[in-house]
């Protein structure tokens, strides 16, 4: 019912910028939360950052200060700007939401089909 679809991903030099979006699609009514994961190989997939409706936002500390995420509601669009980047950053994110659709009445985390980015000399 709802389709998240990314863009941004890619390779860049350590110390660079890469700009992910995500925009949500459907039948959707509200979204409550929009955020961002990664998933390094070997690794657990874990929280970048999250904004809510309301513009609250969480990040994980090996990222603070570096990323920022932010939203558009009248887009139903999830940015994240990635500053000094890092070859630890290297992965493949995640655009995830929490939805109600208008078919639902309860929220349903959906995710997105993933973005590889890359950061390597």
């Known amino acids: 019912q709802v389709q998240l679809v990314e863009s941004g991903g890619g390779l860049v030099q350590p110390g660079g910028s890469l700009r992910l979006s995500c925009a949500a699609s459907?039948?959707?009514?509200?979204?409550?939360?929009m955020g961002w994961y990664r998933q390094a190989p070997g690794k657990q997939r874990e929280l970048v950052g999250s904004?809510?409706?309301?513009?609250?936002?969480n990040y994980a500390d090996s990222v603070k200060g570096r990323f920022t995420i932010s939203r558009d509601n009248a887009k139903n669009t999830v940015y994240l700007q990635m500053n000094s980047l890092k070859p630890e950053d290297t992965a493949v994110y995640y655009c995830?939401?929490?939805?109600?659709?208008?078919?639902?009445?309860?929220?349903?985390?959906?995710w997105g089909q993933g973005t590889q980015v890359t950061v390597s000399s």
């Open positions: 995830n939401a929490v939805v109600v659709t208008a078919a639902g009445r309860n929220p349903v985390a959906y």
């Open positions: 459907g039948s959707i009514f509200r979204i409550y939360v």
């Open positions: 904004v809510t409706n309301g513009g609250t936002t």
